[in-house]
């Protein structure tokens, strides 16, 4: 079973539970903390997939790690925002 996306490994923890061979692929290392369950049938992957092969930064907010993003429009948003909250607590 592969989880692309598996943001905090839900999906990939459950099908690891069963018999077969579970990949799990998550480019956040900030969400990705799967392979400290130690299975045996889980392979954890920090990576983002997709169909051309490049390098990109990803961004996401410090307060939701969990929303991040490499596509530069959707960065700007993420930038902008986490300038909003660090104004905020100043």
Do not use: K, W
Not at 22 to 32: D, G, H, Y
Not at 49 to 57: D, F, H, K, P
């Amino acid at each position: 079973m592969y989880d692309i996306g598996a943001f905090e490994g839900v999906m990939a923890l459950f099908f690891a539970c069963r018999p077969g061979q579970v990949i799990a692929c998550e480019p956040n290392p900030r969400i990705c903390h799967m392979h400290l369950n130690n299975l045996d049938n889980m392979q954890v992957m920090a990576r983002g997939i997709s169909g051309s092969t490049s390098t990109i930064e990803m961004v996401y907010e410090h307060l939701m790690p969990g929303v991040g993003s490499g596509e530069p429009a959707i960065t700007e948003q993420i930038t902008s925002s986490a300038f909003r909250y660090s104004s905020l607590r100043d």
